[in-house]
């Protein structure tokens, strides 16, 4: 296990279980059909903390590469990492959804609606306005950078003056965060706040052979794409204008 192998198998396991529960929400004839916004919001705060649970200890589990841009400006990441580290985030990404799509394949073929197959792999807006849209991705961004800032490690104190680390729990933070966005803001446009988490599925959208599928929605892909990125830069100025 390296930080690269680590990277692609967190953020995989993050979009299997990611996309899995809005295949399972949306799609024809699942035993989870109709469970709504609550329920794809907690699946997705669980889905990281499976993958930080699993990367952590080798990679710092970045997940994101908004979140590898963000420590690196910060100064909390070296920058010859970088490159690799959104390699694999990507790729993960790519892998995570082509296994949602193996797993519901019967399902892919029972739904009609093209819109909501690619709903799966990647997001949309509930009302397309550029400005807005990527606003909201912005701030959704912004916020899940800034708290990553500020977490600190997962430790109790056993009563003699020893700090003792406390694991996975370490882990819950970032869960909490990011349903805590999905709850929040994330009504607007699907809260993608990770660029490889939307346009590494968005290929695989493209790639692969789903019955009855529709385009790709390449003209509105540049906005979880850049949306995130211009987030992770403010809430890391503000955090080196704060310390």
């Known amino acids: 296990m390296t930080p690269f192998v680590a990277e692609i198998i967190g953020t995989g396991l993050l ?18 059909h109709g469970g709504g916004w609550m329920t794809i919001t907690t699946a997705w705060g669980l889905a990281v903390f499976v993958g930080v649970v699993v ?7 970045h997940l994101n590469p908004a979140v590898t841009l963000g420590l690196a400006i910060g100064g909390l990441f070296p920058w ?46 509930a009302i397309p306005n550029n400005f807005r849209n990527i606003i909201s991705e912005i701030i959704g961004t912004f916020v899940l950078i800034f708290c990553v800032f500020y977490f600190s490690g997962a430790e109790i104190n056993d009563g003699t003056g020893t700090k003792v680390g406390l694991g996975s729990i370490g882990a819950i933070p970032v869960a909490f965060v990011v349903w805590g966005i999905g709850l929040s803001l994330g009504g607007t446009t699907g809260y993608a706040i990770n660029p490889a988490r939307d346009l590494g599925p968005r290929i695989v959208h493209a790639l692969l052979p789903i019955k009855g599928k529709t385009d ?21 100025l503000l955090y080196l204008a704060l310390n």
Do not use: Q
């Open 15 to 32: 979009i299997l279980l990611g996309g899995g529960i809005v295949a399972n929400d949306i799609l024809s004839k699942t035993k989870g």
């Open 55 to 61: 990367a952590g200890p080798y990679s710092g589990a």
């Open 216 to 236: 790709s929605g390449w003209s509105y892909a540049w906005i979880p794409l850049l949306g995130p990125i211009i987030g992770a830069v403010l809430a890391a």
């Open 80 to 125: 010859e990492d970088v490159p690799a580290y959104i390699a694999a985030e990507f790729i993960g990404a790519m892998i995570g959804s082509a296994l949602v799509y193996l797993m519901y394949k019967d399902h892919f073929d029972a739904t009609e609606d093209a819109g909501l197959k690619r709903a799966v792999f990647c997001t949309d807006p």
